[in-house]
């Protein structure tokens, strides 16, 4: 089996899956006791916390752990939303994934404006397209660091510049980018940013919400006294430390990685020479990722005979793949019909090989129905 659906989620590292294990089994206390048995447990939790915030230029009473990716973006708009009640306006993308776009639907029908920024037709929200949108009744700005169906990366800083001087808060939605691509939030002046362990070869139902300190938001979770009192419920011990081993490898190799990535995009576009398709997304991409539309095909069955083959890649978004309509971030990018319903997404990860890159293009010109090279 070849895997190349790694923007939906990665292998476990197994370094974080062995870091997980005594936490799992003998280090199975509460971390929130008070006796000498939870010692160990709480060490952890605040060493993963370190490590975290350390790979995104973050201090570490920064860092609050969720449930994964959903669980921060709702966090993030739901909270910013309601702490102000003099600034409600909310800006966010029409390509956003759901877990923002359902959040800010939810606010919405509190009462709330939201306003939805279309993309350019390569995939980017520009500080052009915000500074048009954007007033002083602006509480928040959410705009995904890198898009999870065509791969295309947002000009974060000029957004946060204009997010700012309009005295709003600036939200990424980073879950494809974390660990991927270098982030440093005080470089970039993020306020808040979303991110999720699995798809960073690390555990599934794990995440964090990086918030500035200084940020006024109010708690998720109502119950216990966990994360500052802001997100209550007893910590996930095992999958927290698994995080922070899963992120720390991660950045350590990201530059070799994307390096080697890239070499394998070009591998396989290299074997679709003379297609009828289109790359979607901008020049600035997450390394490994292919948005391709065939004109004239259909995504579906191209994903099938793929899989008939042994290779997995994806028509869209995984949360959508049930859904055979045209995903809402190829309509935000306008892309015409006849090429958007034969889009495929490859994206390729750590654990792939030059020659996985190589049967993949081969097995696609050949599903898609061009001649063998
Ligand atoms: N945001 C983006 C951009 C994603 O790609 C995903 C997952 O596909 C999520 C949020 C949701 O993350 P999680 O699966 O951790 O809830």
Redesign the pocket.
Known sequence: MVYADN???TALDESAYEAMRPYLLSEYSNASQPYSFARQPKKAIQEARETIASCIGALPEEIYFT???????NWAIKASAFSDPDKRAMITSAF?????LNSCAAIERLGYPVAYLWPTSDGTITSENLEGCISDNTRLVSI?????EIGSIQPVKDLCKVTHSHGALFHT????AVGHIRIDVRELEIDLL?A????FNGP????FLYVRNGVDFSPYMDGGSQEKGKRAGTENVAAIVAMAVALKRNCEEIETTARRLVGYEDIVIGELEGLDFIRNGSKEHLPGFLSLSFRGKDGEAILHRMDLQGICISTG???DSVHTQLSHVLKSIRLSEEYALGTVRITLGRNNTEEDAMLIGKTLRKVIGGKVK
């Open positions: 923007a939906a989620t449930s994964g990716g959903t669980e921060s973006d956003e994934h759901h877990a923002v995904m660091f890198a898009n999870n939605d980073a879950v494809q979303s999720s362990a699995h798809k599934k139902g794990i995440g978004a995984a949360c």
